[in-house]
């Protein structure tokens, strides 16, 4: 079996921002998020999101980190969820 290594393994980020992000796990709807965050009509089946969803909240980090007034938390939560769902299916489908 192939190790393949998680964009998210050098990933830190405050503990309260993962903390809330793990919590909005349960309720991740993959159609409805991914719609939501890449403005496009609907995700594809089979195909990862991994590296939009990286430059997204890449960018996001940066605008909290600056203090910048665009900074939504509620934004960097909701990249945060569909980040850490959609690495677990991308490597729970690589391990089967």
């Known amino acids: ?3 393949f290594a998680s964009p ?3 990933l830190r980020r405050p503990k309260l921002l993962i903390s809330a992000a793990r919590h909005g796990l349960s309720d991740y ?12 009509p609907a995700p594809l089946e089979g195909r990862w999101y991994l590296a939009d969803l990286v430059a997204l909240e890449d960018a996001q980090n940066d ?3 600056e203090r910048d007034a665009r900074y939504s938390i509620a934004r960097h939560v909701d990249l945060l969820v569909a980040l850490l769902a959609e690495n677990a299916a991308m490597l ?4 089967s």
């Open 8 to 10: 998210l393994e050098s």
């Open 1 to 3: 079996m192939k190790h």
């Open 29 to 40: 709807d993959r159609a409805t998020a991914l719609r939501r965050i890449l403005g496009s």
């Open 92 to 95: 729970e489908a690589a391990s």
């Open 63 to 65: 605008r909290r980190k």
